[in-house]
């Protein structure tokens, strides 16, 4: 069967398109239409209560952007979301938090400032694929650091003594797996030994209480280089509008603020308070009840699946807004192109596995921050094709 070109196969909907070759956004695209795209992990689920109130609040909110200082607004928006999150001791106060209009965009300003002293960078194994492509588009190489070995103990000194930084995302896309506490106040203090940067990418915290012991102590504690990049995006079904914060230690020594300015001057001060008010609807108990909105959906998963022979659940205990799903001896890729006939559409893994894609060629990624009712059509088709009905 030919391998399509991703664009070439959105363009021209070829009768031969069952192999795709694009990296994992380039799949979501395809999906982007279909009332039954379980591909990306943005929010797509209904507003609650709470959040349509916000809506209908915008344009009181438009006119608060309009009239206060753009200083404020900011603070009050980071002060109300990293405190939900339990990161009490982050460094809200001395200009460290940039808002970015989303964590992608943070990423590139910390690839494209690293870049400047180090000329490659160690990369948690497997993890979302734009991560190590933005690595690597700006020049850096890339060193697999598995996740067996990043939370079984001590990172190996070679490995730290070849990289000028290191990235973690945690809790991590798709396996859900959490840095502890404990692992990441010695992974910190390797990072100080070595003089190498930390940088954590905590964009599902927010699902996972295990994610949110505060961080900030733990880095500030340590005496190393790092940044955290934070996440409203996946939370809150919010077409789009969001805001990654790049955060960074005094002492990071990094260009951040140079390439910042190289690329926006800032995030819309009504986005913002967006943010600031549905930080305080979630603290008002909006988080639990997400919580349990992403358990509901998970278990659904799991109870249409269950007696499918040789598939299993892949991540057992994680509380990430995506299920790992592991299909025996079949294709990822050949059960993706069977879903697509039924418009159903979930995320092939190999290229999570960004340093041996085979390893990932017979799992699915099932997004779960969707209406209860399309992942149940889903699951239900995934069923019927997996059983051959
Ligand atoms: C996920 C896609 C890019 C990314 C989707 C994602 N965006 N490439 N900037 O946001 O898990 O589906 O993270």
């Not at 398109?17 to 694009?22: E, L, V």
């Not at 009490?88 to 965009?105: E, F, I, T, W």
């Not at 734009?130 to 067996?148: A, Q, S, W």
Request: proline share 5%.
């Amino acid at each position: 069967m030919n391998v399509v070109p991703v664009n070439e196969a959105v363009s021209t909907e070829t009768a031969d398109d069952s192999r795709i070759d694009g990296n994992l956004t380039q799949l979501e695209y395809l999906a982007l239409n279909s009332d039954f795209n379980l591909s990306d992990g943005h929010a797509r689920q209904e507003l609650t209560p709470g959040q349509g109130k916000m809506v209908g609040e915008l344009p009181r909110l438009w006119a608060e952007a309009v009239v206060r200082p753009v200083e404020e607004i900011e603070r009050e928006s980071h002060r109300a979301f990293f405190h939900l999150l339990g990161q009490h001791s982050y460094p809200g106060a001395d200009g460290r938090v940039l808002a970015c209009y989303s964590s992608s965009v943070a990423m590139e300003i910390f690839a494209r400032a690293l870049v400047t002293e180090a000329d490659a960078i160690a990369l948690v194994h497997p993890t979302f694929d734009n991560i190590p492509d933005i690595l690597r588009g700006v020049g850096l190489r890339l060193v697999p650091l598995e996740e067996d070995v990043l939370h079984g103990g001590d990172v190996p000194a070679e490995l730290l003594g070849s990289v000028g930084a290191i990235f973690v995302t945690t809790p991590n896309n798709p396996t859900g797996r959490v840095l502890s506490r404990e692992r990441l106040v010695r992974l910190a203090e390797q990072c100080a030994e070595h003089g190498v940067v930390l940088a954590l990418d905590t964009c599902f915290r927010g699902f996972d209480e295990a994610g949110q012991y505060d961080h900030y102590e733990v880095l500030e504690a340590s005496g190393c280089r790092w940044v955290v990049i934070e996440d409203t995006g996946k939370l809150w079904p919010t077409l789009e509008l969001k805001i990654g914060w790049l955060v960074r230690s005094a002492n990071v020594g990094l260009p951040l603020a140079k390439v910042y300015s190289d690329i926006l001057l800032g995030v819309s001060p009504l986005v913002m308070l967006m943010v600031k008010r549905l930080s305080e609807d979630a603290a008002d108990g909006g988080l639990r009840d997400l919580h349990e909105f992403i358990a509901t959906n998970r278990a659904l998963v799991r109870a249409n699946l269950h007696d499918v022979p040789g598939l299993t659940f892949v991540d057992p205990d994680s509380r990430v807004s995506v299920e790992r799903i592991h299909l025996g001896d079949r294709s990822a890729m050949d059960v993706w192109a069977a879903l697509r006939e039924h418009n159903v559409y979930l995320l092939p893994c190999g290229r999570f596995h960004w340093a041996d894609p085979s390893e990932g060629d017979r799992m699915l990624r099932i997004a779960l921050s969707r209406s209860p009712a399309s992942v149940d059509v889903a699951t239900r088709a995934l069923r019927s094709v997996l059983m051959g009905d």
